[in-house]
């Protein structure tokens, strides 16, 4: 992607936050001069500056523990960048997921992503697609397949069966997520109305 960064600002080095691009957790940062970035950009491996080595340095070169970079872009100013990539272990050196100690475990936001999907099922439809049959099937249909899930994970809720209860939580999801793009919806205007309950 074409970037307009600013070397020059900071005598040639830009500060570079990695954000986990599943989660959305900031995992560390690091500076970037114009040859970091660019290998970067040619290895797919995020690579920093070090001031400290006086070199360029790839997240994981010493521990294995790389980081994969998804996207790149470059904030409005054009003076910091934001790196969303998939670490293959703990990113801080002190052994922690992030380098503010905290704990890196969520992936609800590949609820986002699963919605873009969904939505482009519905909006470029393929014979090969699943999703893409239900909304050609229309409201009603998709309507009885969440009820028929809400119904199948009751079913396992009473046993023990945990991966059995997972797979139906998961069918659950999807054609609930299914149902609100059939109906126009967002999701946000869900968590809106969740958020103001609890406030109240």
């Given at each position: 992607?074409?970037?307009?960064?600013?070397?020059?600002?900071?005598?040639?080095?830009?500060?570079?936050?990695?954000?986990?691009?599943?989660?959305?957790?900031?995992?560390?940062?690091?500076?970037?001069?114009?040859?970091?970035?660019?290998?970067?950009?040619?290895?797919?491996?995020?690579?920093?500056?070090?001031?400290?080595?006086?070199?360029?340095?790839?997240?994981?070169?010493?521990?294995?523990?790389?980081?994969?970079?998804?996207?790149?872009?470059?904030?409005?100013?054009?003076?910091?960048?934001?790196?969303?990539?998939?670490?293959?272990?703990?990113?801080c050196h002190t052994g922690a997921d992030t380098c503010w100690n905290e704990v890196?475990?969520?992936?609800?936001?590949?609820?986002?992503?699963?919605?873009?999907?969904?939505?482009?099922?519905?909006?470029?439809?393929?014979?090969?697609?699943?999703?893409?049959?239900?909304?050609?099937?229309?409201?009603?249909?998709?309507?009885?397949?969440?009820?028929?899930?809400?119904?199948?994970?009751?079913?396992?809720?009473?046993?023990?069966?945990?991966?059995?209860?997972?797979?139906?939580?998961?069918?659950?999801?999807?054609?609930?997520?299914?149902?609100?793009?059939?109906?126009?919806?967002e999701l946000d205007e869900v968590m809106e109305v969740l958020i103001q309950r609890?406030?109240?």
């Amino acid at each position: 992607m074409t970037m307009n960064i600013d070397f020059t600002k900071m005598n040639g080095l830009i500060p570079a936050i990695v954000q986990d691009a599943l989660s959305g957790k900031v995992l560390m940062q690091g500076y970037m001069n114009e040859e970091a970035l660019a290998k970067t950009q040619d290895t797919g491996m995020v690579t920093f500056f070090s001031r400290s080595k006086e070199r360029l340095w790839t997240k994981g070169e010493t521990s294995g523990n790389f980081l994969e970079a998804v996207s790149i872009a470059g904030d409005c100013d054009g003076d910091s960048i934001l790196i969303k990539a998939n670490p293959k272990g703990p990113v801080c050196h002190t052994g922690a997921d992030t380098c503010w100690n905290e704990v890196n475990s969520s992936k609800t936001v590949f609820i986002d992503q699963l919605r873009a999907i969904i939505k482009d099922r519905k909006n470029n439809p393929s014979d090969q697609s699943y999703t893409a049959s239900l909304f050609a099937k229309g409201i009603n249909k998709i309507a009885q397949k969440v009820g028929e899930e809400a119904v199948e994970i009751v079913i396992e809720a009473k046993d023990d069966n945990k991966e059995l209860f997972l797979g139906e939580a998961a069918d659950l999801l999807f054609h609930y997520l299914v149902l609100l793009e059939a109906k126009g919806y967002e999701l946000d205007e869900v968590m809106e109305v969740l958020i103001q309950r609890h406030q109240k």
